[in-house]
């Protein structure tokens, strides 16, 4: 747990690109008074930790910048998910709720109790989902000034099994999950991660899980801006679950990398 961690960072690319690589959950930090709400023992807390971050994403995405011809923008959740999870609706319109997962977790991954029921979110959201979201739209603002266009690539990981807490579950989980939306998710853009991400087993649409991430300021209204979120199984790359990366690491970043560059 920490104290002083930045709850987000924006690391600027090339003045022309118009890509934000957007890393919402690889952190495991959580500030202290934050940490005092959650119920959990110091133990399960690591072991749910373990579970629910999307372990060495930030780093995936760092070497694919660094491999990519022209250097994307890149935006890095530096909190655990267990403070707030910016990619969640913070109202009814968030399904997760229903499982205790909403933009304030309440419950674990195994659907156990994470806070007490009851737990008002309110002071979560003020002081960290709300900066986060208008300096994501902030960012994507800024690319679309600079370039015309903005395309945010989400970059997750997921489970090799699924989890208790997963409403979609059931369904195929390939080496790399293209999350698309009907609006947002351009058929060139699909392709071009299908190509890109054939090196690293394989790619499948939208299961387990489905979607992308767009501010929304431009959700549903603006075509300038492009986004796919991009799942990959975490056996592909690390031990599970929170253990260390292995050698596919590199051969992922080269795939992100690649995409990069065709965007």
């Known amino acids: 747990m920490t104290e002083s961690a930045p709850s987000f960072e924006l690391l600027p690319g090339a003045a022309e690109s118009p890509v934000l690589l957007h890393v919402p959950h690889s952190a495991r930090a959580i500030p202290g008074d934050v940490r005092d709400g959650i119920v959990l023992d110091d133990a399960a807390l690591e072991r749910e930790l373990d579970h629910i971050t999307d372990a060495h994403t930030a780093e995936i995405a760092g070497r ?29 319109r968030e399904e997760m709720t229903a499982v205790g997962m909403g933009a304030v977790y309440t419950r674990t991954t195994h659907r156990g109790e994470l806070r007490p029921a009851g737990t ?9 989902y709300r900066p986060y979201a208008e300096a994501v739209r902030r960012a ?7 370039t015309g266009r903005a395309v945010v690539i ?19 989980r390939p080496p ?30 939208d299961s387990p899980f489905a979607g992308t991430y767009v501010p929304l300021e431009f959700y549903g209204t603006d075509a300038r801006v492009g986004a796919l979120m991009v799942e990959i199984r975490r056996d592909t790359y690390m031990t599970e679950p929170g253990g260390p990366a292995g050698p596919g690491l590199d051969r992922l970043a080269a795939a992100l990398g690649a995409l990069v560059d065709a965007v």
């Open 64 to 92: 694919a910048a660094e491999l990519a011809g022209i250097t994307p923008w890149r935006f890095v959740n530096r909190l655990s998910r267990l403070v707030v999870d910016p990619e969640r609706f913070p109202d009814e």
């Open 120 to 128: 008002d979110s309110e002071p979560l959201l003020a002081r960290y």
């Open 140 to 146: 994507v603002a800024d690319r679309l000034a600079a």
């Open 154 to 172: 989400d970059v997750h990981s997921y489970p090799s099994a699924p989890l208790p807490y997963e409403l979609h579950g059931t369904g195929p």
């Open 176 to 205: 790399v999950c293209l999350g698309t939306d009907a609006f947002h998710t351009p058929a060139e853009l699909t392709e071009a991660a299908r190509q890109a991400f054939a090196r690293c087993g394989g790619t499948g649409l």
